[in-house]
């Protein structure tokens, strides 16, 4: 079967490389275009590109496949591939009725929630600040709606009591991996089952902003512990400690209750901080302003805090 794939970050990598090591015919890569990274701002390639490469794969890397002439050269190219299936897992890219429209079978997509829920940009981080314990992938068939088609396969998995969206991802992406081949040999077969989503039951996942990164230690123990976890490695949350910067990566919850205003470092020698509730939450990695990931006993021991210090927003 001829396929198209078409996808940008490291979440398809698994994917692509399951297509390619089962042998299917991968005949073209639709990936965003290179973007400009780090202090130097190397024009640097999307993670799909460098695999595509090394398995010898034609790229291409329009801006846009909606207006102007890459669109146009995108449509054309596309058009000439004559793809049998159009796979298509965090692309940045949305695709047009007429792209839609290319392949012989369908256009399919491999979303990180258990839909309809979570349609959007941040499944996975968003799954996670609602407190939801379960989550998967879901393999469905492209609409011009936002993943609202028809419904594949679905696959679910818990979510850790500690564990943070970057570690949410890597499970994902490889059950992304396994029900994608399963959805492929399904269309091979020509037996594939088609669920339509109850528009009703949606919500929306949406873009990922600093604005959300401030913890307000007003909140229950159990919201602030959801933040870190949902918003880490990126934005990732953060507090004031001696008026910088200091992001979170790692929380878990202490269980314990204290008589103290929230924002209070109730336990300066293993980073405990009393939140709205009178719960206490422990950070246990982190990153100071200017500074290096680091476990928060590494953190601690060159840097002294006072006990009953109060951290802000």
């Not at 009591?161 to 399963?182: C, W, Y």
């Amino acid at each position: 079967m001829k396929i198209v794939f078409m996808g940008t970050p490291e979440f398809a990598v698994p994917c692509l490389k399951a297509l390619c090591e089962s042998g299917e015919d991968v005949t073209a890569v639709f990936t965003m275009p290179d973007k400009p990274k780090g202090r130097g701002l190397k024009l640097t390639p999307p993670p799909i590109k460098e695999y595509a490469l090394e398995k010898g794969i034609p790229v291409y890397q329009p801006k846009s496949l909606k207006k102007g002439d890459d669109a146009e050269d995108a449509y054309e190219a596309l058009k000439k591939l004559e793809p049998e299936l159009i796979v298509v897992v965090a692309y940045g890219n949305i695709l047009p009725k007429r792209i839609l429209e290319i392949p012989a079978a369908y256009c399919i997509n491999i979303h990180a929630s258990l839909l309809p829920k979570y349609r959007g940009a941040s499944p996975m981080q968003t799954c996670i600040l609602r407190g939801e314990s379960v989550t998967g992938v879901t393999s469905m068939i492209m609409e011009e709606g936002l993943d609202s088609g028809d419904m594949i396969f679905k696959e679910q998995l818990e979510i850790g009591e500690n564990e943070t969206a970057a570690e949410l991802h890597d499970r994902l992406s490889e059950l992304g991996s396994r029900v994608l081949l399963k959805t492929v040999s399904a269309i091979k077969s020509g037996d594939i089952p088609r669920e339509k989503q109850r528009d009703e039951l949606s919500c929306y996942a949406p873009m990922l902003t600093k604005d959300m990164c401030p913890i307000d230690f007003n909140k229950p123990a159990c919201e602030v512990h959801r933040q870190v976890r949902g918003l880490s490695d990126w934005p990732c949350a953060e507090a004031l400690v001696n008026g910088k910067k200091l992001k979170i990566y790692h929380s878990r919850l202490e269980g314990r209750h204290y008589d103290l205003p929230a924002g209070t470092l109730c336990n300066e020698k293993n980073f405990t901080v009393v939140c709205g509730d009178g719960m206490g939450i422990v950070f246990t990695e982190i990153q100071a302003q200017g500074g290096k990931r680091m476990k928060s006993e590494d953190y601690l021991r060159g840097n002294r805090l006072e006990k009953n210090a109060m951290l802000g927003n």
